[in-house]
Structures are given as C-alpha cells and as structure tokens.
C-alpha cells in the first residue's frame, strides 16, 4: 500500500508554557482554536494524496490538545480519517467527565495523560498544574468513558528530585494500572527558561540518570510490563499488543504525514517541515495555499542511517536487510564481544546491558 499510514496533528495551544519545554506552543489563543482547526482540516485536504487510503494511527499532540475548545475538538476528530488506533495527549487538569466523554465519542482509543510526577515539589519545579488528585481524578474519569488503552508519561532526572521520590513515583503510577508506561529522563534544552534556572543542578541530577534509568527499568518489567522501547513500556499479560502503534511507525522508520505549526512529515525521500509561525500558517491555507515550510530531501543513506539508529531502541531485533550499508561490520563484532551487541538470523539487537548505554553502542555501530 503506496502512502504515508501514520498522521500526526498538532495542536499547540496551552494554558501556560513550563519552563523546561522546547515544543511549538502558543499561550493565550483561545479566540483561534476554530480558524487554527479550519487551517488544520484544509491542510489535510491539501496533503491527502500523501496518505494510504486506509490509515493505521492518528496521533493528536502538542501543546495541549485538550484545551482546545471542546466544539473545535469534536469538529476535528469528526473530520480525521477514520483509524485502528486514535490517541489524543492530555494534561490531567483539563480532563473532566465530559471531555473524556466527547474523546471516546470522537473516536479516540487511546489517552497519553501527561503527568510528569506524583510529588507536589518536583510538579511545582516543573511548573505543573496539576495536583496528584488531579491526575487519578482524570485517569478514572477516562476509564468511566470506557477507555481501556491508557498511558502516564512521567519524567525523571528532575531537580530536586531524589531516588526515594522517584520510586514512589512509580508506585504511584503503578496503583492505577495503566496500559502504557512512558519514562523520560528530563532534557532541558539549551536557551529554555528552566537550563538557566536549574543548570546547576541538571548537571547534578546528570551523574544519577543510570542508576534511575535502571530502577524503572527493574521496577516496570518486575510489574509485568514490557521494555519495547528505550522509553516506552506496555503491560505484557494481558493478551493484546499494547506498544504505541503510532510511535512504531517512526521507530521502524515508515512514511509519516505531519499537519500544524512546527510538523514534520517524512513522505519516500522528501522530509519537510512546517514553519512554527501560528499568524503565518493560518494566513497561508485562508488562502488555500500550503504554509511555509522547510523542505529537506533525503537520500538512501540517510533512511538507512535512520532507521538503523531508531530500530536499535526496540527489543526486537532490527533486520540488517536494506541497512547494512549504514552499519560498522568491525564495531557489530566487538561490541558482541563485549556482550551490548547480537546478531541473530540477519537481524541485529542491542543486548539487555546493551540498551542502557544504548545511545553510545548505537552512535558505535554507526557506519
């Protein structure tokens, strides 16, 4: 099947931007979510010839889509092509009985709630909203609608934030069961208002990220679910795949279609970008013209290099088929002799010790 079957939509609309973030928001624009929704749908009717006739994931990130005006919200997914898995990220604090209600009957699958920490300190370091009654409250307000595919993203590496804190950050989060696990070590980008605030420190927290990388790691597979990816975890005994379809998609390096201010589409070998200007995207398609973007070809090499450095986060071996060129024959051998690097039946995987460090055996293996 020819075109992209991964759509990603941004909405970039927030209440408050939090220090530690690099995304494309914009604050205090309620008055825009309709023509920011109208300039959505007729970019997709603009790029449709880039999607399969049948659509595996959609993918509503941010921002926070959730804030979006609920009768915009409806309006969009009601227009989206229809899919086998529909996720919408969520802050805890805009989830209320009547959202999660307008999500399921919207067609929406699967909720990534963004809770970053169960600790009311590290939240307020973080410039967090939400209080923890907040996130149960909204975790069980999403189960009431019946959702049945619920992931937490939480973050680690935070300052201030200590082993013991951490830890029952996971028994917290553990206590609702969700489907899906997300685990983030905290990365503060250069510039943010957050490096400037807490670098100090960061520098700090820096020294402690393995060992915290390998107590959620223990902590999660211990609980019964699976490490399918360096970040991500899903319940393993439940009897239904539970790893994030859409996500799949980038790591196994398929084509991908991207709508809004600041997406990405990689669609055969052109790659672009649309240019992070809310006036200017919304001024462009009123105009039923494209927004401006940054377009970028990418050649053989490039998808190679790709999808090796993406395949090697998973737990299933990468086929070496179409990637070979990309991989350093001499590094594969000895990082197998060092026990990070495996080849099996002409596949290759990082190993359990391997994946903790997989970020260096990867840059290694790169040819």
Sequence with gaps: M???????????FCAHRCGYCDFVTVTGRSGQHGAYVDALLRELELERIA??????????????PTLTEPAELARLLAALPPAEEVTVEANPETVTPAL???????????VSLGVQSFRPHVLATLERRATPDAVRRAFYALRDACFDNI???????????????????????LALDPEHLSLYELEAKPGTRFTHTFGDELLRQAEAM????????????????RWYETANFCRADV?????????LGYWLG???????????????????????????YLAALAEGARPPREVEPLDAETRRRERLLLGLRLDEPTPLAGVEPALDAAALARLERLGLARRTDGAVALTHRGRFVGGAVTADLLA
């Design 254 to 280: 398929r084509d991908y279609l991207g709508l809004g201010i600041g997406a990405v589409s990689t669609v055969g070998a052109t790659r672009w970008r649309n240019r992070p200007a809310l006036p200017r």
């Design 239 to 247: 009897g239904r795949d539970l790893r994030s379809r859409h996500n």
């Design 151 to 173: 992931s937490l993203d939480l973050l680690y590496g935070v300052p201030g934030q200590t082993p013991a804190d951490l830890a029952r950050d996971l028994d917290d989060a």
């Design 210 to 225: 393995e060992d915290y990388f390998e107590r959620v790691v223990e902590t999660l597979t211990a609980a019964g679910y």
């Design 2 to 12: 020819s075109g992209a079957r991964h759509l990603y939509v941004h909405l970039p």
């Design 100 to 110: 999660a209600a307008l999500l399921r009957e919207g067609g929406v699958t699967r």
């Design 51 to 64: 999607l399969a006739p049948r659509v595996e994931t959609v993918f509503l990130g941010g921002g926070t």
